[in-house]
């Protein structure tokens, strides 16, 4: 009876067992009811345009989230985030309480995330309004973050897409440029052949050394697609690398101590090659 009520003064909405938006629960015995707003998922994709931003809001572990001398009193390490510059215009839009940020893999804080973008997807915990104009959340997102982060492609997704992207990030191709400097100056053909010695091989990374304090420590075996050895100068060069998702690309060129077998450094005669820039060029459209 309470659901027939319901749908005639609801204009006739379609009830949906599955995936409902609302939930109303009602309590015959302590007569209460209880609405239980479900989230709203946004799927899109984003290009990060400046280096020294991370992708999630970061608390200053020191103090967490209070405030110190190490994070200038603020409660956080970096001024702003990914997550933060789409967040914004999102809750502002939807109305909703608060947001959880998914992402199809990350890049490093100082690289740039170019090409078609990475696929993200955006959770909104109790939406006051669910059906948002979507061009009008992706102008006013670009607007707000500009020269910072552009997102494309926006529309609307669920929760079972959240779990295909989190399971694909580790097995999508990903295509990285990456300049490198050596220590001292070799001769280029030692360099081209790092082409042949790293395209079409497994390599082995144990966790870096950089991320050990928020990562398991294993060895983790990851695919090499393709090495292309680009404009050598002096002692620089640049390398378009195709990967499987989750290799460490820095480790690839520095060996890490040992810790990525085969690497760069260690092809070139054991000199020391350290990364100046990254950034993320392609990210598998499979998504």
Known sequence: EVGKLLYDNLDNKIVEFD??????????????????????????????LIRGIPQTHWTCKNCN????????????????????LISEKTIELCGGSEVKFHGAGREDIDALMLGSGRPFIIEIKKPKRRFIDLEKLENEINEFARDK????????SDRDKVRSIKANAQMAKKTYRVKVKMEKTIESDKIIELEESLSDITIDQQTPNRVLHRRSDKIRRKKIFTFTVENIEDNEFTATITSQGGTYIKELVSGDNGRTIPNVSKLLGGIECTVLELDVVNVDSKY
């Open 19 to 48: 995936t409902p938006e609302i939930v109303i629960v009602i309590n015959t015995m302590k007569d209460k009811v209880e609405l239980n707003v479900n989230p709203l998922f946004i799927y899109g994709r984003y290009l990060k």
């Open 65 to 84: 989230g209070e405030g110190c001398e190490e994070c200038d009193f603020k409660g956080y390490k970096y001024e702003t985030s990914i997550e933060e």
């Open 149 to 156: 982060v552009q997102v494309l492609d926006l529309r609307f």
